[in-house]
């Protein structure tokens, strides 16, 4: 950490919300500054610039607003713009985040009914979301090492100290120069009654950055060189040397998603990492609770564009596809026999791999927590016919293999791979040797399932990559769910255009514009056939074909320009209710995600998530594809 800099940059202006009770509650929103120039702050390698303003938002008579109309007020004082731009020489990185202190006030406003927004601009002035309206509370106060923000400012005589709350917070690697616009408004749940009157709220935006050099190496041995202060390396197992801790620097990106080191092998340096995100929720299998020969091996192991192998970034470069999997039944959390192993490019963890991940902490604390179940590699259980699994709590239990949880994938990369770029954070996780690419000019079609893609309006504004599952196209689907919409208000289980939802997203959606611009629709395939072969916790196979071998296409389906993901496919389950397209063959319901309950035809309280396929010559024009920088679209030529 020595030859690390900080820097940080103060923005001279403050931002004032009022809000006062003259006869009935209204708001005033000020900027208190002192002109009209423009002012520019250096530090080091940054720089900051502002204009500095003394309009007065005119929110006279105004009550608490909602989001919708927060994110959308244009007037001139309504709104705060700034600039930050940084250059980059050398190998050096930069971690940087733009941080919020609250101004010293009488009669401070509650900052739990405070809503701030934050907008990235382009050089014609189109907004891009970067911090979706959020509580001022709910941000995050901890400090952060890696950008030199502390969790505490001196503040006055009045006050000893002042919080420092993170709006935003990435890195980058090369020169920089980017706008940004920020707003702030009272949350519409607020109650104005009874409040006494003549409240206000103040913000002073802060820039805080450190300058780093990007570890590089083998990913053991960029691991192995520490793991950061919440994370420690466990060596007291000879065959695999754990990544222990709460929360640890072993992030890695690869193939479209993030992932966490979870253990090393001695015996050859290779790094067993698992999804950071449940990538299907499915059965185990129908049958029994063995790995070999389920489902769930047969997903994982899948090649084709069903399956999750068959998605992978060039694998043979990438990962061991001779991997051995313990899959040894066990009653106990400890090193199990070796009774029972699997050759398979890609396994998830057993009960032991995954208990050591949270050495010396709990599990409610253990890095790998996810807020939702998923299983493990594990038989256990007095009539070797269950399986264990972890829960949301993080708590480990056990259950029968018909029961569809989430499945976390896990491969072990070569001993071969190298880190080229970044710090092992969420933020800026491990990026790897020949998986670091940045596209530009590249058809969409070329790139791989998680990657995200800025593509919708506002709230709805980023997608993920599913699949090419047509050959040419490729299929995308909603980082955002729509709700309040019945999947069949008829209750017909066979989705098409003139269902409830086929007829909301074949219709509204595409048109209001409240969900995807003009240009964006043109770039959607006009007619995908979705597949709606019926699934009863049996094979993911026959929601697509009509059986098991896929040898041959279901005759069930329809066409549509947009639908929903399918049962078992890729992506199909970011939340525990969430709907799909696959009707269910024992009654006359809809299958979910894949967690074993039916999602009824009638119902609205379910989460929808659209999906769609691009045109072919859909072309990449920016961005990483990470969730921080999705790529940047547009039609080609």
């Excluded at 913000?203 to 990913?219: A, Q």
């Excluded at 790139?447 to 490729?474: A, P, Q, W």
């Excluded at 039916?598 to 594809?625: D, Q, R």
Aim: proline residues 4%; aromatic residues 10%.
């Amino acid at each position: 950490m020595n030859n690390k800099k900080q820097l940080l940059l103060s923005i001279g202006l403050v931002l004032i919300l009022v809000l006062m009770i003259v006869g009935i509650s209204y708001a005033a929103f000020q900027f208190i500054g002192q002109g009209s120039k423009v002012s520019t702050i250096t530090s080091g390698i940054m720089k900051m610039s502002y204009t500095e303003s003394d309009n007065i938002i005119n929110l006279q008579g105004a009550l608490p607003t909602t989001d919708e109309t927060g994110k959308k007020r244009l007037t001139e004082g309504e709104y705060f713009d700034f600039t930050v731009s940084s250059t980059i020489q050398g190998s050096s990185n930069i971690n940087w985040e733009i941080a919020l202190a609250p101004i010293e006030l009488e009669n401070m406003f509650d900052p739990g009914f405070i809503k701030m927004y934050l907008t990235e601009l382009d050089d014609d002035g189109n907004e891009t979301p970067v911090v979706e309206p959020t509580i001022f509370m709910d941000l995050d106060m901890e400090a952060n090492k890696y950008t030199g923000k502390p969790a505490m400012v001196e503040g006055t005589e009045n006050t000893t100290q002042i919080p420092i709350f993170t709006l935003y917070s990435t890195s980058a690697d090369k020169s920089f120069n980017k706008k940004y616009r920020l707003r702030m408004w009272v949350d519409e749940e607020y109650n104005p009654q009874d409040d006494g009157g003549n409240l206000q709220f103040g913000v002073k935006v802060n820039v805080y950055g450190k300058t780093f050099i990007p570890r590089t190496g083998s990913v053991a041995d960029v691991l192995l060189a520490g793991v950061g202060d919440n994370g420690t390396i466990d060596t007291t197992d000879s065959e695999q040397t754990f990544i222990t801790g709460e929360n640890p620097d072993n992030y890695i990106w690869y193939s479209g998603k993030l992932w966490r080191a979870v253990s090393i092998d001695p015996s050859d340096n290779s790094v067993k990492i698992i999804t950071q995100q449940i990538a299907g929720l499915k059965a185990s299998t129908a049958t029994g609770p063995d790995f070999k020969g389920s489902d769930m091996e047969q997903w994982l192991n899948d090649t084709s564009v069903d399956g999750f192998l068959g998605n992978l970034r060039e694998p043979d470069k990438f990962i061991k596809k001779d991997s051995v999997w313990n899959a040894t039944f066990a009653r106990e959390t400890t090193k199990p026999e070796k009774t029972t192993l699997v050759t398979d490019a890609v396994g998830t963890l057993n009960l032991y791999e995954y208990t050591m991940s949270y050495k010396n902490t709990t599990y409610e604390n253990g890095y790998l927590r996810e807020d939702t179940y998923w299983w493990l590699l594990t038989p256990c259980g007095e009539d070797n016919h269950q399986i264990a699994h972890v829960e949301s709590s993080g708590y480990t239990e056990i259950d029968g293999p018909t029961y569809s949880y989430g499945i976390r994938p896990a491969v072990n990369l070569k001993p071969t791979v190298k880190v080229v770029n970044g710090e092992g954070t969420i933020y800026n996780p491990y990026r790897l040797e020949g998986d670091n690419d940045n596209p530009t000019n590249v058809l969409l079609s070329t790139r791989y399932s998680g990657e995200y893609i800025s593509f919708g309006t506002e709230e709805h504004d980023l997608y993920r990559i599913v699949s090419h599952e047509n050959g040419t196209g490729t299929k995308i689907v909603s980082n955002y769910y729509i709700d309040g919409v019945a999947f069949d208000a008829n209750k017909s289980n066979l989705f098409s255009k003139d269902t409830t939802l086929g007829s909301f997203l074949n219709g509204e959606f595409l048109t209001s514009g409240e969900y995807l611009t003009a240009e964006q629709v043109n770039m959607i395939e006009d007619n995908t056939t979705w597949y709606l072969g019926a699934v009863t916790e049996t094979n993911y196979k026959l929601a697509k074909y009509q059986d098991t071998t896929g040898s041959s296409l279901t005759t069930a389906t329809t066409t549509a320009k947009v639908g929903l993901l399918r049962f078992g496919e890729l992506m199909s389950a970011p939340l525990y209710r969430n709907s799909t397209l696959t009707p269910r063959d024992d009654r006359n319901k809809m299958v979910n995600a894949g967690t074993g309950n039916e999602v009824f035809l009638a119902e609205k309280n379910v989460k929808h998530f659209p999906a769609m396929n691009l045109k072919s010559n859909v072309i990449i024009t920016g961005g990483k594809g990470t969730a921080q920088e999705p790529f940047t679209i547009k039609l080609g030529s």
